[in-house]
T-cell receptor
Framework: DTGVSQDPRHKITKRGQNVTFRCDPI?????LYWYRQTLGQGPEFLTY????????KSRLLSDRFSAERPKGSFSTLEIQRTEQGDSAMYLC????????????FGEGSWLTVV | RKEVEQDPGPFNVPEGATVAFNCTYS??????FFWYRQDCRKEPKLLMS???SGNEDGRFTAQLNRASQYISLLIRDSKLSDSATYLC????????????FGAGTRLAVHP
C-alpha cells in the first residue's frame, strides 16, 4: 500500500503521559498536514510542512504539542502531559506542492486519554 | 460562529430517495470547495470538487454560489452504500491546501 500510513493506529494512555504519533506520507509528496478530529466534529487543521519546514501552526497546537519533519519525509506529532481533552483522532495527510492539488489522508491515529 | 456550517442531520431516507445537503461558509476569500465523505471511524475521502458552474458525478451534483457563500450537494437515487457523513470543505489558502471542514451531515439510507 503506497498511501499515507500512520502509526500507531490506536493508543490508550494515562493522563499526564507523553505520546508520539508517526506519519509516513506518499513518497513523492512534499507537503504534509496534521489534523485533529473529535467526536461529532470535522477535522481541524493543526499544522503544515513543506519539506522539512513547518510553515503554519494553528492556535489549537498548544505548547504541549510539537510536530517535526526532520528530513522532509516522515513526520512525528508529540503530545506532552496528555489531558482528557486530547482524546481524538489525529489525521495526517499529504499532497504535492501544486496549488489545489488533492490531499490524501491516512487512516488516522486514535488517542484515548484515561 | 464556525467558518463552515452544516446541518448535522441525521438525514434518514429510503433507498431511491433524493437528498440535498447545504453548507455555508463565512470567509469570502475561500479559494476552492469540496465535498468529502467519511465513513464511521475512517478517514475522510474526497467525493468531489465544487465549481461555480455546478458539476455532476454520476448520481452526485454539487453547486457553489459564491455571492451567497453557499455550497450544496444533491444525491439522487440513494443507495444503502451512501450512508456516511458528508463533510463540506473549503480551502482558505491559495498557496497550499489549508482545508477547513464543516462538522458534517450524517446520512442514513434504509431499505
Amino acid at each position: 500500500d503506497t498511501g499515507v500510513s500512520q502509526d500507531p493506529r490506536h493508543k490508550i494512555t494515562k493522563r499526564g503521559q507523553n505520546v508520539t504519533f508517526r506519519c509516513d506520507p506518499i513518497s513523492e509528496h512534499n507537503r504534509l498536514y496534521w489534523y485533529r478530529q473529535t467526536l461529532g466534529q470535522g477535522p481541524e487543521f493543526l499544522t503544515y510542512f513543506q519539506n522539512e519546514a513547518q510553515l503554519e501552526k494553528s492556535r489549537l497546537l498548544s505548547d504541549r504539542f510539537s510536530a517535526e519533519r526532520p528530513k522532509g519525509s516522515f513526520s512525528t506529532l508529540e503530545i506532552q502531559r496528555t489531558e482528557q481533552g486530547d482524546s481524538a483522532m489525529y489525521l495526517c495527510a499529504s499532497s504535492l506542492a501544486v496549488s489545489g492539488n488533492t490531499i490524501y489522508f491516512g487512516e488516522g491515529s486514535w488517542l484515548t486519554v484515561v | 460562529r464556525k467558518e463552515v456550517e452544516q446541518d448535522p442531520g441525521p438525514f434518514n431516507v429510503p433507498e431511491g430517495a433524493t437528498v440535498a445537503f447545504n453548507c455555508t461558509y463565512s470567509n469570502s476569500a475561500s479559494q476552492s470547495f469540496f465535498w468529502y465523505r467519511q465513513d464511521c471511524r475512517k478517514e475522510p475521502k474526497l467525493l468531489m470538487s465544487v465549481y461555480s458552474s455546478g458539476n455532476e458525478d454520476g448520481r452526485f451534483t454539487a453547486q457553489l454560489n459564491r455571492a451567497s457563500q453557499y455550497i450544496s450537494l444533491l444525491i439522487r437515487d440513494s443507495k444503502l452504500s451512501d450512508s456516511a457523513t458528508y463533510l463540506c470543505v473549503v480551502n482558505r489558502s491559495g498557496g497550499y491546501n489549508k482545508l477547513i471542514f464543516g462538522a458534517g451531515t450524517r446520512l442514513a439510507v434504509h431499505p
